[in-house]
T-cell receptor
Framework: EAGVAQSPRYKIIEKRQSVAFWCNPISGHATLYWYQQILGQGPKLLIQFQNNGVVDDSQLPKDRFSAERLKGVDSTLKIQPAKLEDSAVYLC???????????????FGPGTRLTVT | RKEVEQDPGPFNVPEGATVAFNCTYSNSASQSFFWYRQDCRKEPKLLMSVYSSGNEDGRFTAQLNRASQYISLLIRDSKLSDSATYLCAAPEGYSTLTFGKGTMLLVSP
């Protein structure tokens, strides 16, 4: 089974520039997540999609970050304009709700390492 | 948001040792929990799921203590390859997880 795919793997941009990341989840996984992971921290949820609808975007800085999942499969996350503090790894994960109590094991892609200079 | 707390470590142990990490959570309604392993500059990989009282997989045992609201991960007979950061995750709302900052384990020869 193919895993979560992400691109690009690395990106270096200057502050105030824009950048976009792409994610393709595991086939059949209805739920897709974007996380931001700063060095030394755990992943922090930015946005969660269920099919093509947003479930949770409460921690997404909406003045500069946007995300979409138009056809309910792959997704893009955009930052415009980027700030120095956006330097982090952006992880995409997907899940298929299952388990005894509806638990939701998430599977991560390799991430995009963003450096803002 | 609900909090998930972990001791950042690092835990330095020799090969063959037994080591345990704890993770405390604040959402008393949580039903299932997860341990992820993250190698340096890699993505988190699911290690174990924890339901009801606990789970065991080879050298790894996860326990859940609902009264004190913590889960633990026990690693027996540590291997060099176990060196990694171990992330704890607890449910937050509908199919959302909150992650701790992780505990770093270093296993030395």
């Amino acid at each position: 089974e193919a895993g979560v795919a992400q691109s690009p793997r690395y990106k270096i941009i200057e502050k105030r520039q824009s950048v976009a990341f792409w994610c393709n989840p595991i086939s059949g996984h209805a739920t897709l997540y974007w996380y931001q992971q700063i060095l030394g921290q755990g992943p922090k949820l930015l946005i969660q999609f269920q099919n093509n609808g947003v479930v949770d975007d409460s921690q997404l800085p909406k003045d500069r970050f946007s995300a979409e999942r138009l056809k309910g499969v792959d997704s893009t996350l955009k930052i415009q304009p980027a700030k120095l503090e956006d330097s982090a790894v952006y992880l995409c994960a997907s899940s298929q709700i299952r388990g005894r109590d509806g638990s939701y094991e998430q599977y991560f892609g390799p991430g995009t390492r963003l450096t803002v200079t | 948001r609900k909090e998930v707390e972990q001791d950042p470590g690092p835990f330095n142990v020799p090969e063959g040792a037994t080591v345990a990490f704890n993770c405390t959570y604040s959402n008393s309604a949580s039903q299932s929990f997860f341990w992820y392993r993250q190698d340096c500059r890699k993505e988190p990989k699911l290690l174990m799921s924890v339901y009801s009282s606990g789970n065991e997989d080879g050298r790894f045992t996860a326990q859940l203590n609902r009264a004190s609201q913590y889960i633990s991960l026990l690693i027996r007979d540590s291997k060099l390859s176990d060196s990694a950061t171990y992330l704890c995750a607890a449910p937050e709302g509908y199919s959302t997880l909150t992650f701790g900052k992780g505990t770093m384990l270093l296993v030395s020869p």
